[in-house]
T-cell receptor
Framework: DAGVIQSPRHEVTEMGQEVTLRCKPI?????LFWYRQTMMRGLELLIY????????DSGMPEDRFSAKMPNASFSTLKIQPSEPRDSAVYFC?????????????FGPGTRLTVT | SQQGEEDPQALSIQEGENATMNCSYK?????LQWYRQNSGRGLVHLIL?????REKHSGRLRVTLDTSKKSSSLLITASRAADTASYFC?????????FGPGTRLSVLP
């Protein structure tokens, strides 16, 4: 398997623009997670899905952020409108639960810069 | 908060030495995991220890867990330059866990 795939790897956009980040989890995995990493706040869980259903979105910072998982092989994280403080590295991760707890497999991340 | 706090924030050692990092947390957990992040990359899972376990080994890695003290340690033996990375502990229940701020390890050749 190719692992978790994220696109784009880098995104530079102007304040006010819409940004869409994409993720393809590992085939067969039933959990998908979106994280944000900054120097100031570290790694923050934004939202996670189980079998394509959002389970916990309490980490989503504002209504400007939305995430969808239309099928088991694709998820998007959208920011509209974007602001400079949204600049961060956004990671997608997936996992497969057989015994209740398993490790998460992370994608390479999308580095977002909002100017 | 269940957030783990790694200690030290940064650690610099010579190749061949052992590196020890600690993680403390505040509330009850059912598992604790350690991850590594190389610069510019995603996190990579190293080892998981459940709350009913006290010690686990994986290659040059040794993890201990003391639930009475709410703390864990990660020992990397015979360190190599390739071990240079940030190391994070993640604590929680089931799939919902929280990452600490990490320890930056530098292994000097």
């Amino acid at each position: 398997d190719a692992g978790v795939i994220q696109s784009p790897r880098h995104e530079v956009t102007e304040m006010g623009q819409e940004v869409t980040l994409r993720c393809k989890p590992i085939s067969g995995h039933d959990y998908l997670f979106w994280y944000r990493q900054t120097m100031m706040r570290g790694l923050e869980l934004l939202i996670y899905f189980n079998n394509n259903v959002p389970i916990d979105d309490s980490g989503m910072p504002e209504d400007r952020f939305s995430a969808k998982m239309p099928n088991a092989s694709f998820s998007t994280l959208k920011i509209q409108p974007s602001e400079p403080r949204d600049s961060a590295v956004y990671f997608c991760a997936s996992s497969l639960t057989r015994t209740g707890v398993t490790e998460q497999y992370f994608g390479p991340g999308t580095r977002l810069t909002v100017t | 908060s269940q957030q783990g706090e790694e200690d030290p924030q940064a650690l610099s050692i010579q190749e061949g030495e052992n590196a020890t990092m600690n993680c403390s947390y505040k509330t009850s957990i059912n598992n604790l995991q350690w991850y590594r992040q190389n610069s510019g990359r995603g996190l990579v899972h190293l080892i998981l220890i459940r709350s009913n376990e006290r010690e686990k080994h994986s290659g040059r890695l040794r993890v201990t867990l003391d639930t009475s003290k709410k703390s864990s340690s990660l020992l990397i033996t015979a360190s190599r330059a390739a071990d240079t990375a940030s190391y994070f502990c993640a604590t929680g229940y089931g799939q919902n866990f929280v990452f600490g701020p990490g320890t930056r390890l530098s292994v000097l050749p």
